[in-house]
């Protein structure tokens, strides 16, 4: 697991709460496979369903720091949350997992297309490092 977001350098340390982030939605896609499989449980899957909830929070108020506005992102938790109720409502299976799969990407994707559309204000704004250093799939 990533660092929680308390050791992010400074407020408004962009390039780090986007880090941490990512590594939650690849830590989430990451669990659910192991929950379909029965070697993760639903309390795991919630526990990082909250880290994504607490590095989302702090991204947001990283970007509102610098006056970049995103919120047009901030349903992603809500609708994330509801996918997983749906999934976790069913017995673990790797077939459950792909029915959902495809919709928890496409939240985390929406997501990750927001955060990339503010590069330009980013960079307006004297961010220096790169807000997004890898794709999380």
């Given at each position: 697991m990533h660092p929680p977001t308390y050791y992010q350098r400074a407020q408004g340390d962009v390039p780090s709460a986007v880090r941490n982030l990512l590594l939650s939605m690849k830590q989430l896609q990451d669990i659910l496979k192991y929950w379909s499989v029965g070697q993760a449980t639903e309390a795991q899957v919630s526990d990082v369903y909250v880290q994504i909830g607490t590095d989302f929070n702090a991204t947001v108020n990283a970007f509102t720091y610098h006056k970049i506005d995103l919120s047009d992102l901030h349903s992603i938790p809500k609708d994330l949350r509801a996918v997983l109720e749906q999934c976790l409502?069913?017995?673990?299976?790797?077939?459950?997992?792909a029915v959902f799969m495809p919709q928890v990407r496409q939240v985390l994707h929406r997501l990750l297309r927001g955060l990339q559309s503010r590069q330009?204000?980013?960079r307006t704004v004297g961010g220096q490092m790169p807000m997004i250093p890898f794709d999380p799939r």
């Open positions: 409502g069913e017995d673990p299976s790797p077939q459950i997992l330009d204000a980013w």
